[in-house]
């Protein structure tokens, strides 16, 4: 079964920093896209930045997070961060870990992980 697992999520100050993390796990032929959305209170859920594995320069930010975020992969771990920096109050959200991911049938699939909480206090 495959399965992806966020972690690094919790409460911070303005301007402060946080890392998160998400990894896949099972019977994994490979990954392709990989990336990480979020979901402010009361709002749609919303791309924050999105990668793949096969080219460093294919990196998507989204304009209020672009300059303060940057989103890594190691592949090796089938791992995703997401490094967060100069953090707002617009900020908090329940992050979520997105991957396309070929499984042992061959089939590509999309999977979520089940979110972590980012609160980011004035």
């Known amino acids: 079964q495959v399965q992806l697992v966020e972690s690094g999520g919790g409460l911070v100050q303005a301007g402060g920093s946080l890392r998160l993390s998400c990894t896949a796990s099972g019977t994994i032929l490979s990954i392709n896209r990989m990336g990480w959305y979020r979901q402010p209170p009361g709002k749609q859920r919303e791309l924050v930045a999105l990668t793949t594995a096969s080219s460093t320069s294919s990196i998507n930010y989204a304009d209020s997070v672009e300059g303060r975020f940057t989103i890594s992969r190691d592949n090796a771990k089938n791992t995703v961060y997401l490094q967060m920096t100069s953090l707002k109050s617009e900020d908090t959200a329940v992050y979520y870990c997105?991957?396309?991911?070929?499984?042992?049938?061959?089939?590509?699939?999309?999977?979520w992980g089940q979110g972590t909480q980012v609160t980011v206090s004035s």
């Open positions: 997105h991957a396309s991911i070929q499984g042992s049938s061959g089939w590509w699939t999309d999977y």
